[in-house]
């Protein structure tokens, strides 16, 4: 029903396929450097600014379709992930590299699947040159001449395209200037800590009594959950798969004096993101680094399809919840992270002068 390439592929984008070469393996004489990804909200080593030519940066992503639960009531959901992780990892290179990535779908999956990178140039940011069925691996190469921070999604082609992105095939790519970030006069900006949360709407069908419903396999979803998506109305936003991803033991952490740099993406609705108690010091709303910074934001935008990037140094010790502000989605439909920050408590900054007590008796003299 789904296995059939040529049923989730557009005629341009198979058009593309045919009419453009394979890269050669050895075609250029550049070092290569392999990447060993990890799941979000944690990001792969990386140099922030380098001295060094640009290199061929090897990925590897390999699809895994899985039923996981995405809240505190045991609700399942059958994902589609890159690395079985929703968003998928962020994959860090410098302006000038090329992104060599390997895309892997076992033959255990029971879908097509392929991947556009908004960072890329050509084919369908990729998507014309990467899909693969079941058991299948493809190699694509591109060159990162965009600076900043993108979205990469699945996009087999028709109405399995925003099936499979708000099934969790989402994740971002960060290019890096050479030089690192600056804060748009030329004052270099450096990062203690980074950290990428990826937002995912989802669409669970519910039964006649309102209980969310469960399924075996994706292909079993796809009639109701369309019919679920077609409404506009998310069952749960959340960040990085799961309400409560990243609050409690797995709060995001901290010290009072680092800066933080927190890359946001949401691959199928718009965002705004808001750290309660905290600021965005720069913002690159748009996620663009090659745009000079906003300062000092209480609230940012983040477009659908698209991700940003803020850095904020943090001031104050406790817990920082980070949202999107739209308070509804945050507190009913799971969109909250916290950030636990260790260190010392500034007075000036903030203080209770008075702790509550009752209030005193009108003076009636």
Not at 152 to 168: F, N, R
């Amino acid at each position: 029903m789904f296995t059939r390439r040529a049923a989730l592929i557009s005629a341009a984008a198979t058009a593309l396929m045919l009419a453009t070469p394979a890269f050669a393996a050895d075609d250029l004489k550049l070092p290569r450097q392999k990447v060993e990804l990890v799941a979000p909200p944690f990001v792969h080593a990386h140099e922030q600014a380098t001295k060094q030519g640009p290199k061929i940066i090897e990925f590897k992503l390999t699809i895994e379709e899985k039923k996981v639960v995405i809240d505190e009531k045991g609700t399942t959901f059958q994902a589609m992930t890159f690395n079985g992780s929703m968003p998928g990892p962020l994959m860090v290179v410098h302006e000038g590299d090329y992104v060599e990535t390997t895309l892997v779908n076992p033959a255990t999956n029971t879908m097509p699947h392929n991947i556009d990178f908004h960072s890329a140039t050509g084919a369908l940011g990729g998507g014309a040159l990467t899909l693969v069925n079941p058991g299948e691996q493809v190699v694509l190469r591109w060159k990162a001449t965009k600076t900043g921070v993108f979205v990469y999604h699945c996009a087999p082609g028709g109405p399995m395209i925003p099936w499979h992105v708000v099934s969790g095939m989402n994740g971002a790519v960060m290019v890096l200037p050479r030089d690192g970030l600056n804060d748009g006069k030329g004052r270099a900006l450096k990062y203690d800590k980074v950290y990428y949360i990826g937002e995912q709407d989802m669409y669970v069908p519910r039964d006649e009594k309102g209980n969310f419903k469960s399924y075996e396999s994706p292909g079993e979803a796809f009639t109701e959950t369309e019919e679920v998506m077609k409404k506009l109305i998310p069952t749960h936003v959340v960040f990085n798969g799961k309400a409560g991803a990243l609050t409690g033991k797995n709060a995001l952490t901290a010290n009072v004096g680092e800066n933080v740099l927190i890359v946001h993406s949401q691959a199928n609705r718009d965002s705004r993101p808001h750290l309660i108690g905290g600021h965005g010091d720069y913002v690159w709303e748009t996620g663009k680094f090659g745009n000079a910074p906003e300062v000092g934001l209480e609230t940012w935008f983040i477009r659908g399809g698209s991700a940003g990037a803020a850095l904020y140094k943090f001031q104050q010790p406790g817990i920082y919840a980070y949202v999107t502000h739209n308070l509804i989605e945050a507190a009913d439909l799971g969109a909250t992270a916290h950030f636990k920050v260790e260190g010392k408590w500034n007075d000036d900054l903030m203080m209770q002068v008075k702790a509550p007590a009752d209030i005193p008796a009108a003076n009636t003299n």
